[in-house]
T-cell receptor
């Protein structure tokens, strides 16, 4: 079974600075997807960024980028120029790309609570 | 409305009550999900519906009963719940079968069982 580990329960960053959130996962599969979701205090879970394991290029989405290290099974999220609105709980998630069974099942980490200080 | 909506946003119920949570997706997706989010625990997948058919029941107690009348609507019927069932219940939808198959979430229902 796949597992996702977020080793940082809480992180803080100064506004306009850069912060990196860590995520590691365990899987025996070679093809899969990784996601970062953001859950602000309003509770709506929002997709931040997605990475396909077969792509070597790291995904980027405006101020958000990932460092995907497949061999190390690491998938960290970097937030540049942090803004007050970035304050939220961030979840890392894994999904298999294999067809059939529970291929659409997302496995989540426990989350990292990010505080942005003005 | 767009995206995934859930009603009610807050629900307080006694252990003997019967209530239902509703989820509606406006994204044209064919798969819908119920998740339970408890404090300091990872999100737990409860049920999956693919083309209105339940394809996964993740060992959920029978006091939770899902219903998916069509691909846009998903319900979670609740009866004789326990205080430990208090949590945030999240609904999600996706276009299963596509490689990217990203799940989009609703705002959740905060359930308190007294």
């Amino acid at each position: 079974a796949q597992t996702v580990t977020q080793s940082q329960p809480e992180m803080s960053v100064q506004e306009a600075e850069t912060v990196t959130l860590s995520c590691t996962y365990d899987t025996s599969e070679s093809d899969y997807y990784l996601f970062w979701y953001k859950q602000p205090p309003s509770r709506q879970m929002i997709l931040v960024i997605r990475q396909e394991a077969y792509k070597q290029q790291n995904a980027t989405e405006n101020r958000f980028s990932v460092n995907f290290q497949k061999a190390a099974k690491s998938f960290s999220l970097k937030i540049s120029d942090s803004q007050l609105g970035d304050a939220a709980m961030y979840f890392c998630a894994y999904r298999s790309a294999n067809s059939g069974g529970s291929n659409y099942k997302l496995t989540f980490g426990k989350g990292t609570l990010l505080t942005v200080n003005p | 409305e767009t995206g995934v909506t859930q009603t009610p946003r807050h629900l307080v119920m006694g252990m003997t009550n019967k209530k239902s949570l509703k989820c509606e997706q406006h994204l044209g997706h064919n798969a819908m999900y119920w998740y339970k989010q408890s404090a300091k625990k990872p999100l737990e997948l409860m049920f999956v519906y693919n083309f209105k058919e339940q394809t996964e029941n993740n060992s959920v107690p029978s006091r939770f009963s899902p219903e998916c009348p069509n691909s846009s609507h998903l319900f979670l019927h609740l009866h004789t719940l326990q205080p430990e069932d208090s949590a945030l219940y999240l609904c999600a939808s996706s276009q299963a079968g596509r490689a990217e198959d990203t799940q989009y979430f609703g705002p959740g229902t905060r359930l308190t069982v007294l």
